[in-house]
T-cell receptor
Framework: GAGVSQTPSNKVTEKGKYVELRCDPI?????LYWYRQSLGQGPEFLIY????????DSGLPNDRFFAVRPEGSVSTLKIQRTERGDSAVYLC?????????????FGPGTRLTVL | GENVEQHPSTLSVQEGDSAVIKCTYS??????FPWYKQELGKRPQLIID?????GEKKDQRIAVTLNKTAKHFSLHITETQPEDSAVYFC??????????FGKGTMLLVSP
């Protein structure tokens, strides 16, 4: 079946602009996670959804970052007033939860470059 | 919150040798420990995982050991092959919560 997909694969924007990054999880997966990965580092947690609600958003760095999952499937990560320090690969992952599975399946990521 | 330390940061081995990567974690409540392999420009992919109720798990050339008392876990790869070259990440979590990752180990297997 189809895995986790993310669009766009690459996004170049100018400092101060607004961007939206989209994640399509594996069908039926209840949990959805956003991570940010900087060069040479491991993924860092941003926000975690169970269904439509954010179960944990403590990883969002500041109020410029916001994410939604209105129908419990597709999620959008929104970044306002982008800064050069926001440049990174944004990874999305989903997990079935049902049946006790913890495994998180990652998407290919969106590489965001803020000029 | 959870803190995961991973060593070494780089590891070079000859084809056929074994490779060992070690991680420690801080939160004694953590109960799920996956290992991910990430090739350059690709997504992280799960290669093996272990839960806190077992001490060791093996899948062909890959094994993971867990010491709950010492709060450390290790990845063992035997008979390494050039295609094992990648960055490996350990992670820890409680239940279905978010993963806390180590900083990664770049493994280079030379033919």
């Amino acid at each position: 079946g189809a895995g986790v997909s993310q669009t766009p694969s690459n996004k170049v924007t100018e400092k101060g602009k607004y961007v939206e990054l989209r994640c399509d999880p594996i069908s039926g997966h209840t949990a959805l996670y956003w991570y940010r990965q900087s060069l040479g580092q491991g993924p860092e947690f941003l926000i975690y959804f169970q269904g439509t609600g954010a179960a944990d958003d403590s990883g969002l760095p500041n109020d410029r970052f916001f994410a939604v999952r209105p129908e419990g499937s597709v999620s959008t990560l929104k970044i306002q007033r982008t800064e050069r320090g926001d440049s990174a690969v944004y990874l999305c992952a989903s997990s079935p939860i049902a049946g006790g599975s913890n495994e998180q399946f990652f998407g290919p990521g969106t590489r965001l470059t803020v000029l | 919150g959870e803190n995961v330390e991973q060593h070494p940061s780089t590891l070079s081995v000859q084809e056929g040798d074994s490779a060992v990567i070690k991680c420690t974690y801080s939160d004694s409540a953590s109960n799920y420990f996956p290992w991910y392999k990430q090739e350059l420009g690709k997504r992280p992919q799960l290669i093996i995982d272990i839960r806190s109720n077992v001490g060791e798990k093996k899948d062909q050339r890959i094994a993971v050991t867990l010491n709950k008392t010492a709060k450390h876990f290790s990845l063992h790869i035997t008979e390494t092959q050039p295609e094992d070259s990648a960055v490996y990440f350990c992670a820890a979590t409680v239940g279905y919560s978010t993963l806390t990752f180590g900083k990664g180990t770049m493994l280079l297997v030379s033919p």
